[in-house]
């Protein structure tokens, strides 16, 4: 399973770089303390990394540990085609199935980076998929999962 989830990071990142496609690498961060809707400061107590496409769905496992109590995500926008995304969807699903949980928008920039959530995630997975202007990306559109430019709830948190 390692094996092929590395080859499979390998060649999204090779087919980004050769035919123009848009990749993001993604760090999912535990924080002990982090403010809640305000970009995190410090260094996480553990990150994960992926790699989201518009066509793919990578996933890594929820930290669980005591003192975890925050997430984030932070987006770098590994080719040019990533900035015809509109940003990251976020589950909490192993798949990128159900209601997602949160979006981070990219916003001009090579980086991205989300505000602080609450203990909000089930203790299972995470899920990441790119959501593109151009169609790709499956059923979601420009400006997040409902394609109206803010949150499913009618907010501007990035929480559904």
Request: net charge negative; hydrophobic share 35%.
């Amino acid at each position: 399973m390692h094996f092929s989830k590395t080859l499979a990071t390998v060649a999204a990142l090779a087919l980004g770089a050769q035919a123009g496609f848009p990749v993001a690498s993604i760090e999912f961060q535990s924080w002990e303390e982090c403010p809640v809707g305000a970009p995190p400061h410090g260094e996480p107590k553990a990150k994960e990394s992926v790699v989201a496409t518009p066509v793919t769905c990578d996933k890594t496992v929820v930290n669980r540990d005591w003192s975890v109590d925050h997430y984030s995500f932070t987006a770098h926008l590994d080719t040019k085609d990533a900035l015809l995304c509109s940003g990251v969807t976020v589950w909490n699903s192993e798949d990128c199935s159900g209601k997602p949980i949160y979006f981070l928008p990219f916003e001009g920039g090579p980086v991205a980076q989300g505000q602080c959530l609450p203990d909000i995630l089930d203790p299972t997975y995470v899920s990441f998929k790119m959501s593109c202007f151009d169609g790709l990306g499956g059923v979601e559109g420009p400006g997040g999962p409902d394609g109206s430019g803010g949150d499913a709830d009618g907010s501007d948190d990035g929480l559904f």
